[in-house]
């Protein structure tokens, strides 16, 4: 792998960095992938950058994960994620990781493989797409700076979307997510003009989940960045996502990520949550 550690920090004024220190860059795609693309991330990790405890929490969606260390360029494909991935033990044996994280419902497009097939595996990406995934591991080889790899990841990706999603699709995502998971199937189906169980079938389909799991990954997800404001109380949160109490809420979140809110809280440099998707 040839790119520059030095040039994550010298990315084009046009993209959009959420994120970059000395060592890594967090980076919105393009607006034509936007819709598909939640971000891309190049990490060169250094020794013990992140605990072996670091822990993924579920945010519903595909993560393409390409990493080099002493055994060889590798990449894997973690399907969408309904359960936290522990993940910290691998990254610190990388000199250079390249993730792709999709929208939810994004990495159909790409392959039209059924999700729910895909669900919470992790699979050798060679497995479920070999020519992009031969195609992208050139990319990372002859890449010589991180925009040079970001601008060709996203050309190869673009002539590779063999189809876009349904519109009901879209318009129930949407409103899941500007909702912040706080809808009922039925207020769903109401908003899109289409059945909960044609919906339900093209959630699993397309996402790998149906609406309702989706919907309580989204509200954990604005849990845990609720959480993360330190001075909030659990009361507040609880409030905030309307749960019933804080017992209901308190019994949900360790359901999706199996800690509870404060030992959450009590680790929190331990866990990974998504901030561009929601």
Known sequence: VMIDKNSVKKLSS?????????????????????????????????????????????????????????NGLHSLLFGPTTQPQKVGAIANTCDIIFIIEFQPAGFFPFTKINQKTLTDKIIPFSSIDDTLDQSLRHLLITSTSAEGLLNAVEKKLLSHIQLLYPNELALALISIIQTQGMITSSEISNCVFYSSRHLNRLFNVYLGMSMKAFSRLVRINKAIDLLNQTSYSLAFVCEKLQYYDVSHFVKDFKIVCGITPQEYREHMSDFYNEIAKY
């Open 14 to 70: 046009y993209r959009t960095v959420l994120s970059c220190g000395e060592d890594f860059a967090y980076v919105l795609p393009n607006e034509s992938l936007s819709n598909l693309i939640s971000n891309f991330t190049i990490t060169f990790p250094s020794k013990k950058m992140i605990s072996d405890a670091y822990t993924i929490m579920p945010h519903g969606s595909v993560t393409l994960v390409f990493f080099h260390n002493a």
